[in-house]
């Protein structure tokens, strides 16, 4: 039993060990570049960990309704360490201090506890560890207003989050007496009135966490105020997180017939919202908020299939969406050092800087889902489960919403191959910087894993499958 | 086994040479030029010995290369020379080594990206035309897009962004309906035979009602219109073949239009048979209205290239009439068509890039091209003749096989007391051929004869570029001389589409109760 506390917590226990360590180090006034190099240890480390339980079929209950690894918690932990790593190798550049590396390790502690939760205390602990660091990064060295202003509206919208769920929790508790997440399951899809709100509950505050249409307020101020690393930290692992959160409590649990119609709903309007409302942005980052928007409708999307293909459909989009968004926004970064992010920065990178341009984009051609890009293999494993559940409709909505989406990703392909002799003299070369050196990494090995998505799109059925 | 490498190969060479064209270091070397050359010819080697090989129906598990890519959705990569494909594979085979050497002399060229371009076009388009499963077929489909979209945008014209964009969404417009109608025959596979499945053999034996017939029908029809182009969704196309370059709209015309007859062929046929027959009425008329309406468009073209653009929207007409007329004839009319139309357009087309690359923007107002350059004006004049369909060239049997074909189909439906429309469409399509010769020979005309300027000086056709034409001529003749000769190879196709068709004759009564049942929508 104590080895299994030490194996099948390995990366959590990794991670507390970095933050401890970093905190000795941020004492000790240590050399603040080991901190990166550090942090990328640990966290392939821990990666390793997870594939060597995953492939040796480890799965063990630690703690009987509080602490469970299962064949979900590994994947889902190995999807936020793996696209930590790929954040981390991103964010070297940028990030100097100690603190923020304690800070975003701390964040993705959190996103682990959550995977490994079978009940309600850990669970609601992940999801805090997991947000309000990502506060802290977001003032964390800016002291522009608007910085303060995106990181208030973030955290009050994620009380906000947690009170609901707190709320929803409780209504439910008091019927069973039980914090086991599989109790919720079974007492929110057995109807009544509390149940009934209490899942609504729940799900509002989820919907809030992943920025849903109409809860989405937040998110383009707070994307926005943050520097790119941070913003790419948001939407990639962050949110990631909150769905796969979302994910280990319904799991594939059909939802109830008016439950669907409201996330059918609210996620085609999200789509429609997210791509619309794209479309006039000129900031990056911006862009990146509505852009999230829509995924997000796109993730809550698969709430509505019934037919039992929820977790791995989520389990891919989610890895994809993660580690697409943290390339797109890596090599932005490697295109525009500049600290604001005009979208019009970007015109004619393909003439100065061809490789970065055309990673770019083709990442941005498969957030919009242009077949066979892994982005679109994503969306399919979602949209056929729903068809099959028997949603044609707002499926056929949701097309035309991605559609609509198309106009604004590819607005930023016309940029990068617009005429170099119009926006400035060729052979205005960026001078190479070796910092940026780490960046590529991070490029390369996102690339790696999005081009393994892309030949394997069954991946996570084969894992999910393997007992 | 050896044969069916052959077909992946088809696929993966382009993809493979394109890889190792941007693996070459260095700017401006001719080496990556080259290498995709050599690539593209042996591409074309392989498209000939296979077709050559090919023997119709007999043969159909021989060509044939299948691996399961997503096992549970029953996505696989499945590759396999079919009656339906094998024309289209010599043709996308012939046009690339063409286009690539008529381009041998522009800077672009040298160019990897351009090379990588137009590599990923064909093995895109190859796999398109290949894939015998649904979801394949769609990725290749859309993939063709983004090559296309970006050698418009950096290679284009003046108004090459608005071209771009127009084009991409425009096309994508019918791609967003066609994926729910392509999930949604994976769930009827679902519900059918208890397992996902893509195939287009499972697919086609589905027992699908009425309403979802309709629905995949619709969205089939409404891609591949846009594709086409049809009228009325063809008005991407003056803009998109105006301003790409001319590689671009050599490939755009030739094989990217042909996808668009492929699709019918392929999917909305065969998948939705009883609402095919019901509704071909109504789709001739729409290709009969493309055939007159590009025709009479073309006549009033001053601009050479809106001129073929225009006869290509009248041309790609007639290939649709052929394939929803349904009659033997009119269905291998209309893949003759595709092979002729592909051949015709892509020479007009990269005769006209010719003199642009030659003359620059003037070539807008060249004259007496056969006493510049005589050798050039032979070879423009046998790509015009095509087009006019004379005899003996291939756009004469084609369009020949396809009205007579036509008329079999209206006259039948006429005399069993069905509605006169096809035959009156029909009827009407021949007057379109009349158009055609006017608007070609106006063409012709003033390109070739007339008073030539005192300054005026042309380099004829180079040895290079006359080589490039020829198979491209030889095609032209063989299909119009000696059709035959190649028809044994489609016709199981043939034959299988119009048992398809046939099984479903009898269902206008089936039909209306079908309707009333479902109440008309698609039940989903």
């Not at chain 1, 392939?44 to 040796?56: D, E, H, K, N």
């Not at chain 1, 991103?90 to 800070?103: D, N, Q, Y």
């Not at chain 2, 077929?137 to 608005?162: Q, S, T």
């Given at each position: ?35 990166g ?46 696209s930590g790593?790929v954040l981390g190798f991103f964010s070297i550049t940028g990030a100097r201090s100690?603190k923020t590396w304690?800070l975003l390790?701390?964040s ?25 660091p990502g506060f802290a990064l977001m003032i964390h060295g800016r002291g522009a207003s608007v910085a303060c202003e995106g990181a208030f509206k973030y955290l009050?919208m994620s ?51 992943v920025a849903?249409f109409?809860?989405h307020g937040w998110a383009p101020d707070a994307y926005d105020s943050a520097k790119l690393p941070v913003t790419a930290f948001l939407a990639s692992v962050v949110k990631a ?29 999200s789509?429609?919202y997210g791509n619309v409302a794209g479309i006039r942005q000129t900031g990056f980052k911006r862009l990146l908020a509505y852009s999230s928007i829509a995924h997000a ?23 994809v969406y993660a580690v697409t968004t943290i390339i797109a926004c890596a090599c932005f970064s490697l295109l525009c050092s500049d600290e604001s992010d005009p979208l019009a920065s970007l015109e004619g990178a393909y003439y100065t800087r061809p490789v970065p341009a055309l990673i770019l984009a083709v990442a941005v051609l498969s957030l919009a889902g ?5 982005g ?28 609509l989406g198309v106009i604004y990703y590819l607005a930023i392909v016309f940029r990068l191959f617009k005429p170099a002799?119009v926006t400035e003299p060729?052979?205005a070369v960026l001078p190479r910087n070796w910092s940026q050196s780490w960046t590529w990494g991070g490029v390369f090995?996102g690339s790696?894993?999005l ?17 | ?152 945008l ?7 962004r608005?071209?771009?964009n ?359």
């Amino acid at each position: 039993m104590a080895t299994d506390f030490l194996y099948g917590l390995l990366p959590e226990h990794l991670l507390l060990a970095l933050i401890l360590v970093l905190m000795v180090l941020e004492i000790m006034k240590a050399d603040q570049g080991i901190a990166g190099p550090l942090f990328l240890i640990t966290l392939s480390i821990g990666c390793c960990v997870l594939v060597a339980q995953l492939t040796s079929g480890y799965t063990v209950t630690l703690a009987p309704g509080e602490v469970v690894i299962d064949r979900f918690a590994i994947l889902a932990r190995l999807i936020i360490i793996g696209s930590g790593t790929v954040l981390g190798f991103f964010s070297i550049t940028g990030a100097r201090s100690f603190k923020t590396w304690m800070l975003l390790s701390c964040s993705i502690l959190g996103g682990l506890v959550i995977m490994d939760s079978a009940g309600f205390i850990s669970l609601f602990i992940g999801i805090e560890m997991l947000s309000l660091p990502g506060f802290a990064l977001m003032i964390h060295g800016r002291g522009a207003s608007v910085a303060c202003e995106g990181a208030f509206k973030y955290l009050l919208m994620s009380s906000v989050a947690t009170a609901l769920m707190l709320f929803g929790i409780s209504l439910v508790y008091a019927q069973t007496g039980t914090l086991l997440i599989s109790d919720f399951a079974v007492a929110a899809s057995s109807g009544g009135a509390q149940n009934w709100a209490a899942g609504a509950l729940v799900l509002s505050g989820f919907f809030i966490k992943v920025a849903l249409f109409p809860f989405h307020g937040w998110a383009p101020d707070a994307y926005d105020s943050a520097k790119l690393p941070v913003t790419a930290f948001l939407a990639s692992v962050v949110k990631a997180a909150v769905v796969l959160a979302l994910v280990r409590i319904v799991a594939n649990a059909p939802l109830n017939a008016e439950a669907t119609l409201a996330v059918s709903a609210l996620s085609v309007a999200s789509i429609f919202y997210g791509n619309v409302a794209g479309i006039r942005q000129t900031g990056f980052k911006r862009l990146l908020a509505y852009s999230s928007i829509a995924h997000a409708g796109y993730m809550m999307f698969a709430l509505t299939d019934s037919t039992g293909g929820r977790v791995e459909g989520l389990l891919y989009y989610v890895a994809v969406y993660a580690v697409t968004t943290i390339i797109a926004c890596a090599c932005f970064s490697l295109l525009c050092s500049d600290e604001s992010d005009p979208l019009a920065s970007l015109e004619g990178a393909y003439y100065t800087r061809p490789v970065p341009a055309l990673i770019l984009a083709v990442a941005v051609l498969s957030l919009a889902g242009i077949p066979p890009l892994p982005g679109f293999l994503a969306k399919l494993v979602i949209f056929k489960s729903v068809i099959a559940s028997g949603h044609l409709l707002p499926a056929v909505l949701a097309f035309t919403g991605s559609y609509l989406g198309v106009i604004y990703y590819l607005a930023i392909v016309f940029r990068l191959f617009k005429p170099a002799s119009v926006t400035e003299p060729a052979g205005a070369v960026l001078p190479r910087n070796w910092s940026q050196s780490w960046t590529w990494g991070g490029v390369f090995i996102g690339s790696l894993a999005l081009a393994v998505f892309m030949l394997f799109p069954d991946l996570f059925h084969r894992l999910l499958a393997i007992v | 086994m050896f044969d069916g490498t052959m077909v992946l190969l088809l696929c993966a060479l382009p993809a493979a040479v394109a890889l190792l064209v941007s693996l070459i270091p260095g700017k401006e070397s001719g080496l990556p030029r080259l290498i995709s050359l050599v690539g593209m010819l042996a591409l074309l080697a392989i498209s000939a010995g296979l077709f050559f090989g090919f023997d119709g129906a007999g043969a159909s598990g021989r060509y044939d290369f299948n691996f399961a890519w997503i096992p549970s959705l029953g996505v696989n990569f499945h590759l396999a020379l079919d009656g339906l494909n094998v024309y289209l594979v010599l043709l996308t085979g012939i046009l690339f080594p063409v286009v690539l050497i008529c381009a041998w002399g522009s800077s672009q060229s040298r160019d990897k990206l351009y090379l990588n371009l137009l590599l990923i076009l064909q093995a895109s388009l190859l796999g398109t035309f290949l894939s015998q499963n649904l979801m394949l077929f769609f990725a290749f489909w859309e993939l063709v897009l983004i090559p296309m979209f970006v050698l418009i945008l950096v290679y284009g014209g003046e108004k090459r962004r608005e071209a771009a964009n127009t084009f991409f969404l425009y096309t994508l417009v019918g791609s967003v309906l066609l994926l729910a109608a392509v999930i949604l025959l994976g769930v009827e596979s679902l519900r059918q035979t208890g397992a996902w499945s893509f195939e287009f053999s499972t697919l086609y034996a589905l027992q699908l009602d009425y309403g979802v017939q309709l629905f995949v029908f619709l969205s089939v029809l409404l891609a591949c219109a846009i594709k086409c182009p049809l009228f009325p969704f063809h008005s991407w196309l003056p803009l998109a073949y105006g301003e790409a370059p001319a590689s671009g709209t050599a490939i755009m015309s030739g094989a990217l239009s042909k996808m668009g007859a492929f699709g019918l062929l392929k999917l909305a046929i065969p998948l939705a048979p009883a609402v095919s027959v019901v509704a071909a009425p109504y789709v001739i008329l729409l290709a009969v209205i493309s055939i007159l309406y590009g025709a009479v468009l073309a006549l009033r073209q001053e601009d050479f290239k809106k001129l073929i653009a225009y006869s290509s929207l009248s041309h790609m007409g007639y290939i649709v009439l052929g394939i929803f007329s349904f009659q033997q004839a009119s269905v291998h009319g209309a893949l003759f068509q595709m092979l002729s139309h592909g051949a015709a357009v892509v020479g007009l087309f990269l005769v006209l890039s010719l003199l642009e690359q030659r003359v620059g923007a003037s070539y807008k107002t060249i004259t007496a091209l056969s006493t510049l350059a005589p050798r050039l004006a032979v070879t423009l004049m046998l790509f015009i003749l095509t087009s006019v369909a004379l005899p003996l060239t291939s756009g004469f049997t084609s369009e020949f096989l396809i009205l007579f074909g036509g008329f079999q189909q209206g006259f039948g439906a006429w005399q069993a007391g069905l509605s006169p429309l096809t035959l009156v469409a029909v009827v009407l399509a021949c007057s379109g051929m009349v158009l055609g010769a006017g608007y070609m020979l106006r063409f012709a005309r003033v390109i070739l004869y007339g008073k030539a300027s005192e300054d005026a000086g042309m380099v004829d056709l180079n040895a290079r570029e006359a080589l490039a034409f020829l198979p491209l001529l030889l095609l032209i003749l063989w299909v119009g001389i000696y059709p035959a000769s190649i028809m044994g190879k489609v016709q199981g196709a043939v034959d299988q589409l119009q048992v398809q068709v046939a099984g479903s004759v009898v269902l206008p009564q089936a039909v209306i109760t079908n309707i009333s049942k479902n109440g008309g929508g698609n039940g989903h």
